[in-house]
């Protein structure tokens, strides 16, 4: 078991650039099954436990996989297998990707229902009423998902009642190979999916109206490898920002398009900190006493419930108290309980959270409940007075790349410790 220890109290200063977006590699990797010829060239990938777990994954349906450095190479021409079972699903909610392309493809697939990060039920409804729209059959099976097709998907109309990004993207890919004309309505559009929209092109798709509410997938007969350069990692980003933010430091983050973090850099501003945008990347410089804002958490662009956690961390020490509302997941205020271990005010009733800010927060034992709100905790340990311990950091893994090399670099006082 691995923790990390953090002294606080270090303004954060220096620059950092931002890795590729995990969120935007996965699917990129899972479409990658869908190319019958040539190879996938993916570079910018981070180099992250989920991308391991997706990578193996691949490479246990006997598709040939090499990362090397940023750059991943994957070679699907053959694959002898369409099951995703136990050990990597359960690992991660995001493996179920896998079940769009190789359904296309191969006509079946069966994965085991998928795990993640706990903070909330975290269906697949929306997924299979997807496949079941573009002709699949859809059964249960000792903890698997089956879903099969007679012979190819046929294109047609999806309404998904939530813009689920995963789903957006898993009828994306299974589309691409369909017969016929798609259509996902009140479709997600966060950059990731513009991002996989544009692998998809560049392996043969025709997939327009990414980034929109309807996005509209010409399907084709076959696709092939294609090279793919992925977007930075808006999450990673952010959480940098609020960094600065919290610490009342200046922090340079390189690699970010600013475009795709609009709504976190207004809230930012509002609580008094500074953001200049300068070359490829932003600086934020934090205001002495942090105003209170108040947030509520929308599929894009609205502000990013990924980013909740982070911005709840900075609000426990504003001048004055917040409201924040989250309405994408149903059970993401574990991190609450954590924060105030270390002396954060906060009173959460049912999906709104209350923060009244205090003069300081403490050094706490705690530990990361889920990907982001670990994360949260580190900002919080970075901000306290003496040393905080956060326990249970596999889950951080999952999603920043060289965590503590980046913090160290910053001037912050981080660790990781063995234990046992
Ligand atoms: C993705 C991101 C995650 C982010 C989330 C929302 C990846 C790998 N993960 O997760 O970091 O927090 O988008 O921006 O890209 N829902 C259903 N039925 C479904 C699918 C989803 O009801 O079939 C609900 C969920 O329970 C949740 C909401 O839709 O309440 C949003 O989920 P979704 O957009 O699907 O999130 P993910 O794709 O899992």
């Not at 699949?136 to 309404?159: M, P, Q, S, T």
């Not at 996902?184 to 544009?198: C, G, R, T």
């Amino acid at each position: 078991m691995e923790k990390l220890v953090v002294r606080g109290g270090k303004p954060l200063s220096g620059k950092v650039r931002v890795s590729g977006a995990k969120n935007a590699v996965l699917p990129i990797i899972a479409s990658a099954l869908l190319a019958e010829k040539g190879i996938c060239h993916i570079s910018g990938v981070p180099c992250l436990a989920d991308v391991e777990t997706l990578i193996d994954l691949l490479r246990f349906m006997g598709a040939e996989a090499a990362l090397e450095e940023e750059n991943l190479t994957v070679n699907a021409k053959t694959l002898t297998n369409t099951e995703a079972p136990y050990d990597y699903v359960s690992q991660m909610r995001a493996s179920f990707l896998v079940m769009g392309p190789l359904l296309a493809r191969y006509g079946h697939a069966k994965t085991f229902l998928p795990g993640g990060c706990k903070i909330g039920t975290r269906p697949i409804d929306l997924h299979l009423k997807g496949f079941v729209g573009l002709g699949a059959e859809i059964y249960r099976e000792n903890g698997f998902v089956v879903a099969k097709v007679k012979d190819r998907l046929k294109g047609g109309k999806i309404y998904l009642d939530f813009p689920s990004v995963g789903a957006t993207e898993n009828i994306m890919m299974a589309a691409a190979l369909a017969d016929g004309i798609t259509q996902i309505q009140n479709a997600a559009e966060e950059p990731e999916i513009v991002d996989l929209a544009n692998f998809l092109n560049a392996m043969g798709a025709r997939v327009t109206g990414a980034g929109t509410n309807v996005v509209v997938i010409e399907g084709q007969t076959s696709l092939k490898g294609a090279a793919h350069q992925v977007i930075p990692d808006r999450v990673e980003a952010g959480t940098y920002m609020v960094a600065a933010a919290l610490t009342g430091g200046e922090i340079y983050i390189e690699n970010v398009i600013t475009e795709h973090l609009k709504p976190v850099i207004a809230k930012l501003e509002e609580t008094g900190a500074k953001v200049q945008n300068g070359g490829s990347g932003v600086k934020v410089s934090g205001a002495e006493n942090i105003a209170p804002v108040n947030i509520q958490t929308l599929p894009y662009p609205g502000f990013p419930t990924d980013m909740q956690p982070q911005i709840t961390a900075l609000l426990t020490r504003a001048k004055g108290t917040s409201m924040i509302t989250e309405t994408v997941f149903e059970n993401r205020f574990m991190h609450i309980e954590e924060l105030s271990r270390m002396g954060a005010d906060i009173r959460v009733d049912g999906r709104v959270a209350v923060v009244k800010g205090v003069s300081e927060l403490n050094g706490a034992r705690v530990h990361a409940t889920d990907l982001r709100g670990g994360a949260a905790l580190i900002l919080a340990g970075l901000a306290a007075k003496g040393e905080t311990e956060i326990n249970f950091i596999h889950h951080i893994d999952r999603g920043y790349e060289k965590l503590e090399d980046k913090f160290c670099r910053l001037g912050a006082d981080i660790r990781r410790v063995s234990e046992g």
